[in-house]
Each structure stands twice: as structure tokens, then as C-alpha cells.
């Protein structure tokens, strides 16, 4: 399976960005997808995931309310809508894949499989 990130880029705060993950290979309708992000200095964090079929989407504390989690099974595509951001919003974002059961929906890094190349999000003050 390999992933491919996009949509990253320089926003004001309070602006808005929407990240996309395409995927090839593998039963793309079958994975859990997650978004983690690693800023400079600071270890990779859970931000969202979600579920075969989008039923089950956990957010992280500090992007609830702000970011969705979504994803189109027909594209192999999972998004995640950022609105609100925030200069700690900054670092590169990461989409990451595994298989697993309907409701897998892991936190942690070590909960994925694949993981794409990473896309910068920068939001200035």
C-alpha cells in the first residue's frame, strides 16, 4: 500500500486547509486511516482516524471542533478538513493505513502500517 499526502501549505491563522491522502494498492475500503503530525523538535502525535466506513472518527483534544475526518472509498482518499488553525497547528502532517477490524481506529504510531511522505502545514500568527 503506498499513501500519498497533499494539500499542506502556508495559511494565516484562523484560515483553512484540506489535506488529502490518496492511496494505492491494498483494499482501501478495509483500512483504518489516521492523520498524526510531528512539529520540529517534538515526537509524531495523534491528530484524527477513521473507520472502514467513517462511523468512528477520534479526534485529538486540541483539534476538536476544528478539524474532520472524512474519507471517499470510491477515490481511496481520505481528507482531513482544518479550519480555525492556529500557529501550533504548524508541522508536517502525516497520513498513515492499516487493515484491521471494522471499528480499528488506533491512536498510536504503532497501530499503522504504511504511513505516506508527509505534507507541511504552516499557519502564521
Known amino acids: 500500500v503506498q499513501l500519498q499526502a497533499s494539500g499542506g501549505g502556508l495559511v494565516q491563522a484562523g484560515g483553512s486547509l484540506r489535506l488529502s491522502c490518496a492511496a494505492s494498492?491494498?483494499?482501501?475500503?478495509?483500512?483504518?486511516m489516521g492523520w498524526f503530525r510531528q512539529a520540529p523538535g517534538k515526537e509524531r502525535e495523534f491528530v484524527s482516524a477513521?473507520?472502514?466506513?467513517?462511523?468512528?472518527?477520534p479526534y485529538a483534544d486540541s483539534v476538536k471542533g476544528r478539524f474532520t475526518i472524512s474519507r471517499d472509498n470510491a477515490k481511496n482518499t481520505v481528507y482531513l478538513q482544518m479550519n480555525s488553525l492556529k500557529p501550533e497547528d504548524t508541522a508536517v502532517y502525516y497520513c498513515?493505513?492499516?487493515?484491521?477490524?471494522?471499528?480499528?481506529?488506533?491512536?498510536?504510531?504503532?497501530?499503522?502500517?504504511?504511513w505516506g511522505q508527509g505534507t507541511q502545514v504552516t499557519v502564521s500568527s
Open positions: 477513521i473507520s472502514w466506513t467513517g462511523a468512528i472518527t
Open positions: 494498492g491494498g483494499i482501501f475500503s478495509r483500512y483504518a
Open positions: 498513515a493505513g492499516r487493515g484491521g477490524s471494522y471499528s480499528y481506529t488506533p491512536k498510536s504510531t504503532t497501530g499503522y502500517d504504511y
